[in-house]
């Protein structure tokens, strides 16, 4: 099936700090999607891409669709205390409605 | 977390006992995903329903699991004769379009089932 490697696990910065987290994946997707999940809810949708090339922002957030439409990354600028959790991406295929997700880069900020 | 509602939010079982997870999508949205989380990792797409229609149980175990969305009330997804590996976290997420490209799915905060 479907696989995506999100990369790294897990980062532990200073506040103030830039972030930057990637994933990729062997299988093209139509649509790249960043989550974040805090302890004990769901995830809650961050950006979403929907065209290769695309670059958005949302506030400190920025994210790309790589132009293979294979990998997509996040970067978070200027971290602060209440970017810590874990952000997830996801990938939707052609014709497809589920998701698949990849295993989560886990976020921790050091004051 | 766009008014997608789960209970219950914790859920403990015995072995064999059956467990009932509910979901009331966002008011208008017709399209219901379930999804599971083990500790440690990413969600897992089990089931997409819409009003009274499975379209994709692909991620669904054969035996045991099953799921359902009525015309009228949440969606139910049902595990019967629990194990200890079905303790996880699942999340129900809703939809407008189903099949637009631009379509996007809002999460609900999850049910944690613990099997004793």
């Known amino acids: 099936g479907q696989q995506l490697n999100q990369s790294p696990q897990s980062m532990f910065i200073q506040e103030g700090e830039d972030v930057s987290m990637n994933c990729t994946s062997s299988s093209i997707f139509n649509t790249w999607l960043w989550y974040k999940q805090d302890p004990g809810e769901g995830p809650v949708l961050l950006i979403a891409l929907y065209k290769a090339g695309e670059l958005t922002s949302n506030g400190r957030l920025t994210a790309q669709f790589g132009i293979t439409r294979k990998d997509s990354f996040l970067n978070i600028s200027a971290s602060i205390p209440s970017d810590v959790g874990i952000y997830f991406c996801a990938g939707q295929g052609q014709g497809a409605q589920k998701l698949v997700f990849g295993q989560g880069t886990r976020l921790t900020i050091n004051p | 977390n766009a008014g997608v509602m789960q209970n219950p939010r914790h859920l403990v079982r015995r072995r064999g006992q059956e467990a009932r997870l509910r979901c009331s999508p966002v008011k208008g949205h017709s399209h219901v995903y379930w999804y599971r989380q083990l500790p440690e990792e990413g969600l897992k797409f089990m089931v997409y329903l819409q009003k009274e229609n499975i379209i994709d149980e692909s991620g669904m175990p054969k035996e045991r699991f099953s799921a359902e969305f009525p015309k009228e009330g949440p969606s139910i997804l049902r595990i019967q004769q629990v194990v200890r590996g079905d303790s996880a976290a699942y999340f129900c997420?809703?939809?407008?379009?189903?099949?637009?490209?631009?379509?996007?799915?809002?999460f609900g905060p999850g049910t944690r089932l613990t099997v004793l």
């Open positions: 997420a809703s939809s407008p379009l189903g099949g637009q490209s631009t379509d996007t799915q809002y």
